[in-house]
């Protein structure tokens, strides 16, 4: 054998031995990805969380062909079919968000230099992306980055101000961790999130938007007691509020004085919801029945309540202490308010399984209609229809000109006015 022959026949030989190094490598990568979808599949992340982190894996994310338009201008195409109206916010999905606003000076061109400058408020939004990072937009402005914290195994996140919580699963995919941090701010940078935990597994949280107040279910090890735990945001007054033997209440707040607990929505089952006065502990019971679910709503526009009947969702509003009818058929998680009389609901269209079981849990999506109701007059406006949109949170800037929401489907943020 020739040097030539020797030297290709090891060159070929090398190729070989790597190939099958490559193959191994890729086959063990190939198993272990698979058995981590596995355990991804199997983990039922509704039962530690209000709603899962991700879209459940029978569901495919389905992408907008004309999402995108434009700050400047929006699509209108009122033909009595589809009506299009909303601008894409957030290019990725995103986890939650607020509205934010800021003041700054607006740009003159007078050459009177007596003409004094002008402030005028400039709008946009505070969101998390799912892997934890904290971005902001305002109106006209590119998107920037808040803070570079990474978090994992993400169930829930909640922002007010420069605060931000996560709520997260330990490995174990049974442990609730919840974090509350603050954003560090850094001069022509982007800062961090330091914080400090609170007890493990707290089963449900809410943020008081009025006055950073939180609260928190926290249940012991055996799930058979709990306590309801209140503090303040970036301070360390936590104390326990009162104790209870159902550990699967929602909380949220009604006003700064009472907070509004419910029982975890299952169309097979009566659930009850219950005002709580954080002053005297005095209990007013709102409604029992199936399927419930409620949202407190912003600008003092009282309590939506929704239930569910004969498969289908039945909606009041709990205002001036007492419950009235509302026209739109939807679940609460969908609702919210522009100003103290007008509601805006999207409405699902012919929801279908278990309600609202299977849309919580991910199993079945919905094609909504964006609607406004004037609980005054009974006018209602259509915003939004067409298909395309299952939105499932849904806030209105601070001044309830601009309707923030997310499409459930892929997790982008839009914003509409209502």
Aim: hydrophobic share 35%; glycine share 6%.
């Amino acid at each position: 054998m020739s040097k030539t022959q020797k030297i290709i026949l090891i060159i070929g030989t090398s190729l070989v031995g790597l190939s099958l190094v490559l193959l191994l490598v890729n086959t063990v990568l190939k198993n272990r990805n698979t058995k981590d979808m596995a355990i991804i599949d199997e983990t039922n992340l509704f039962s530690l969380f209000e709603r899962p982190i991700t879209p459940n894996p029978k569901t495919i994310p389905e992408i907008i062909a004309d999402e995108i338009v434009s700050d400047a201008g929006q699509e209108v195409e009122n033909n009595n079919a589809v009506i299009k109206n909303y601008v894409l916010v957030a290019e990725r999905p995103v986890f939650n968000f607020i509205p934010i606003e800021k003041t700054v000076d607006q740009i003159s061109f007078s050459q009177d230099k007596k003409t004094p400058d002008t402030k005028i408020k400039k709008y946009g939004t505070r969101y998390v992306k799912y892997d934890g990072v904290i971005y902001e937009k305002y109106d006209g402005d590119v998107e920037q980055k808040v803070s570079n914290t990474f978090t994992a195994r993400l169930g829930e996140v909640f922002l007010h101000s420069n605060s931000v919580v996560y709520r997260y699963s330990r490995e174990d995919m049974q442990t609730i961790e919840t974090y509350l941090g603050t954003v560090s701010t850094k001069e022509g940078g982007v800062g961090d999130v330091v914080g400090d935990y609170l007890p493990k597994n707290i089963r449900s949280f809410a943020i008081n938007s009025n006055n950073a107040k939180f609260t928190g279910l926290l249940a012991d090890e055996s799930r058979q007691s709990a306590q309801i735990i209140i503090g303040t945001l970036g301070k360390s007054d936590r104390k326990t509020l009162l104790k209870t033997s159902f550990t699967d209440w929602l909380l949220d707040w009604l006003d700064d004085s009472n907070l509004v607990l419910t029982s975890r929505a299952s169309g097979k089952v009566i659930g009850s919801a219950y005002i709580v006065n954080i002053n005297n502990l005095a209990k007013t019971k709102i409604i029992s029945d199936y399927g419930l679910t409620t949202k407190a709503l912003p600008f003092g526009a009282g309590l939506i309540v929704s239930t569910v009947g004969d498969n289908k969702y039945e909606t009041q509003i709990y205002q001036n202490k007492k419950l009235g009818y509302l026209p739109l058929k939807t679940v609460a998680d969908k609702c919210t308010a522009s100003a103290k009389n007008i509601i805006v609901c999207a409405v699902p269209n012919s929801p279908n399984g278990v309600l609202p079981d299977d849309w919580y849990r991910g199993e079945v999506n919905y094609r909504d209609t964006l609607i406004s109701y004037n609980t005054e007059t009974g006018l209602q406006k259509v915003l939004l229809n067409g298909d395309g949109f299952d939105i499932d949170i849904i806030k209105p800037s601070n001044d309830g000109s601009v309707i923030y929401f997310r499409n459930k489907l892929n997790g982008f943020l839009y914003k509409i006015k209502p």
